[in-house]
């Protein structure tokens, strides 16, 4: 596992730290009536720069350094990225295990050098992930991660750019966006937020990064 790659591990007394930290504790009081289990984690759009894996990584660690026993998700799979920073195999994982008997999903996840800490990468590159992704089935392993779980972070592709994450976060608890200061345009917001009603997607709400004030900014 490449620890530079992982703010809450390189610089885990840094400002951007602890925004991560008092995101998670947001993210709990963000549905007060049915704890968040499952949570995507998606920009608005293809746009270079914004560090939506990132911000997916980092807060599935700061949840796992506060107890909580934690499965990160690789769900973009058309262009997976979780394996190379913690360094594991691509063989298996989300492709594989949406078809496999419940018994066996849980052999697909990789421990990670972090204690509380799962993840299920990507997988090969399957001809048709949005119908993967919108299936039923995908909707039970959901269901069977958060058993296996206390919280399963999905981290998925640009919510405008192919219909994967709408069709995904429907499933799910609940969607943040990922924006950063100066690059992500109000339009692409705009479009993902209608495009998010329209699949009845519950958006949590979204993380400004690269603030003008050097922080991290969440809202709900």
């Known amino acids: 596992m490449n620890r530079e790659q992982i703010l809450m591990l390189?610089?885990?007394?840094?400002?951007?730290?602890?925004?991560y930290r008092a995101l998670r504790v947001n993210l709990t009081?963000?549905?007060?009536?049915?704890?968040?289990?499952?949570?995507v984690i998606a920009s608005p759009a293809p746009e270079k720069d914004v560090p939506d894996v990132e911000v997916?990584?980092?807060?599935?660690?700061?949840?796992?350094?506060?107890g909580e026993r934690v499965i990160?998700?690789?769900?973009?799979l058309r262009r997976p990225s979780l394996h190379a920073i913690f360094e594991t195999e691509q063989s298996g994982g989300l492709a594989h295990a949406i078809t496999q008997p419940a018994a066996e999903v849980t052999q697909q996840l990789a421990q990670t050098e972090i204690p509380n800490l799962r993840l299920l990468p990507a997988g090969a590159t399957p001809p048709n992930p949005a119908d993967i992704l919108s299936s039923a089935k995908m909707g039970a392993l959901l269901a069977q991660?958060?058993?296996?779980?206390e919280l399963?972070?999905?981290k998925s592709p640009p919510v405008t750019a192919v219909v994967d994450t709408p069709a995904l976060a429907a499933k799910s608890d609940g969607l943040l966006l990922v924006t950063r200061s100066g690059h992500t345009r109000r339009d692409h917001i705009a479009a993902a937020q209608e495009l998010l009603a329209r699949f009845n997607v519950n958006l949590l709400g979204a993380v400004l990064?690269?603030?003008p004030?050097?922080?991290m900014l969440a809202g709900y």
């Open 10 to 19: 390189a610089q885990p007394q840094s400002p951007a730290a602890e925004a």
């Open 152 to 154: 399963v972070i999905l």
């Open 72 to 76: 990160l998700v690789d769900a973009d």
């Open 29 to 39: 009081y963000a549905a007060l009536d049915k704890p968040l289990q499952t949570l």
């Open 145 to 149: 991660l958060a058993a296996d779980s």
């Open 213 to 215: 004030d050097g922080g």
């Open 209 to 211: 990064t690269d603030a």
């Open 56 to 66: 997916a990584v980092n807060l599935a660690v700061a949840a796992a350094q506060a």
